[in-house]
């Protein structure tokens, strides 16, 4: 990829969205897929899995948090996450940065994305990487949640790629069976579910399945720029009712305790709560009774 050069993401065969390349980085076929890293003139440093915008330094910030900040404040004493994905370290990050987490356990299958990420996007784990707190595992995270023992974490974040190639066992019957086995009591569990305008099928699929073994599912939503297509959806799945509709608050009162409130750039506690309604055209995608599906009819 030459300076100046433009790199179209390969997402969708119809439509996408292009940059234009300042100075490429790295280009590496891991054992696993194939990982491009550039710098670019308005999102800062941007990564590629497979052709498909994974993370930018520009909008990181968005989808991090709001995967991050809104189950950890709607669980409100989570001590023991567990985050399969996300080998850029920033969701490892942004659990770190809850300092009533006691433990983060993260499950990465791609050895060579954390260790790129470390090279060349340093600041989006920041020193998370060397927290005593953190524990980064380089697994296939069925494997880990196979291996659990029963109750063992209150928070479930799952970074994935969308559901091909490697990604797709995060999306299966056994992944989480074994994710309701390895939740405690009050335990939920949350998963990136695509952009419902062009990948809606990501959203039922993966709400039909988490209804099979954890009991109170629903969906909330960010607008992550570089997810092009509007809204993308945060599958969230929790074993006790009403975790998606906590008060306000209640959410602003866990965040100042847990040393969250003000740093923040996307997640407020309006936005937490706000985020869990969802407009008709997303939440005719979950099963009828899910807990977010805020139906117009
Ligand atoms: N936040 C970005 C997004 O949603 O597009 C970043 C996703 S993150 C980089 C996705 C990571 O999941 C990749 O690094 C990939 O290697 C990892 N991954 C995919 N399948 C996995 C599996 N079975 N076990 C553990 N990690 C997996």
Redesign the pocket.
Known sequence: MATNSWINETLYPTWGQRFLVKRELARVRSD??DIVIFESFNHGCVML?DGVV??TEGDEFV?QEMITHVPLLAHGCATNVLI?????GGVLRRVLQHTTVAKAVM????GE?IRLAKEFLPNIAGDAWVDPRADVVVG???DYVRQAPDASFDVIIV???DPIG??E??FTDEFYANCARILTSGGLVVN?CGVPFMQHDELSETSTRRAKFIPHVGAYVAAVPTYVGGFMTLGFAAKQPKLDSVPVETIRARAVAAGIAGITHYWTPEIHVSAFHLPPYIAQHLPRGSSSNIRSD
Not at 84 to 88: F, L, S, T
Not at 107 to 110: G, N, P, S, T
């Open positions: 696993f897929q899995l994974q993370i989808y399969i994905g996300a080998g850029d499950v990465e299958i791609d994305v296939d995270g069925i970074d994935s790629t490697v990604g066992v995060l990136q």
